[in-house]
């Protein structure tokens, strides 16, 4: 399983990606803004998607519209 980015690089666990659009998060207040790290993210079973935290919160992020740091 390889999980890339929207830049085609290939993410690992503990990886430090950055958001490459504003998002607005499901079932939350949270507004990720572009430019936004985040450190530390886990893969999941799905190829597309990885989970990392912002502030308190845990978020599931979708890879295209993230790039490795």
């Known amino acids: 399983m390889s999980v890339q980015d929207s830049n085609g690089?290939?993410?690992?666990?503990?990886?430090?990606?950055?958001?490459?659009?504003?998002?607005?998060?499901?079932?939350?207040?949270?507004?990720?803004?572009?430019?936004?790290?985040?450190?530390?993210?886990?893969?999941?079973s799905k190829d597309e998607e990885v989970e990392c935290r912002v502030g308190k919160a845990t978020v599931v992020l979708k890879t295209c519209f993230l790039k490795k740091a």
């Open 9 to 44: 690089n290939t993410l690992t666990d503990g990886d430090t990606v950055t958001v490459i659009k504003d998002l607005k998060v499901k079932g939350s207040s949270i507004n990720l803004k572009r430019g936004t790290a985040c450190k530390g993210i886990k893969l999941t």
